[in-house]
């Protein structure tokens, strides 16, 4: 697999070495932002690994899947999040805007 080709994939998918993937994703190779953040409807969290605040891109990524149920870590905004992505019985869910305000019908008589 060439590195621009994982770009936007699901990295449970990949074949070779997910740390050197990353660091090719991170340092050289394009972003193509449209598809790395064209999740599924099953994804439930995103991971930026970057410097978190102004300098980062991962609040401008929460609010562009905001309501869609996934909640996005920032690991590198001074650990406020750290402990959440390396224990699992800390780790929260949001809720997905669509289960929670899709209209419904209602008898009234």
Same mark, same amino acid.
């Given at each position: 697999?060439?590195?621009?080709?994982?770009?936007?994939?699901?990295?449970?998918?990949?074949?070779?070495?997910?740390?050197?993937?990353?660091?090719?994703?991170?340092?050289?190779?394009?972003?193509?932002?449209?598809?790395?953040?064209?999740?599924?409807?099953?994804?439930?969290?995103?991971?930026?690994?970057?410097?978190?605040?102004?300098? !980062?891109?991962?609040?401008?990524?929460?609010?562009?899947?905001? !309501?869609? !149920?996934?909640?996005?870590?920032?690991?590198?905004?001074?650990?406020?999040?750290?402990?959440?992505?390396?224990?699992?019985?800390?780790?929260?869910?949001?809720?997905?805007?669509?289960?929670?305000?899709?209209? !419904?019908?209602?008898?009234?008589?």
């Amino acid at each position: 697999m060439t590195k621009l080709s994982c770009l936007g994939a699901d990295l449970r998918t990949l074949t070779s070495s997910i740390t050197r993937s990353l660091c090719d994703q991170i340092f050289t190779s394009p972003i193509h932002w449209t598809k790395a953040t064209a999740f599924a409807d099953s994804a439930t969290h995103a991971i930026d690994f970057g410097p978190g605040g102004l300098s !980062g891109i991962g609040g401008l990524t929460a609010r562009n899947l905001e !309501g869609r !149920g996934v909640r996005v870590f920032i690991i590198g905004e001074k650990g406020k999040n750290g402990a959440e992505v390396y224990n699992s019985s800390q780790v929260k869910f949001d809720q997905r805007w669509t289960s929670k305000f899709t209209p !419904g019908l209602i008898k009234t008589r």
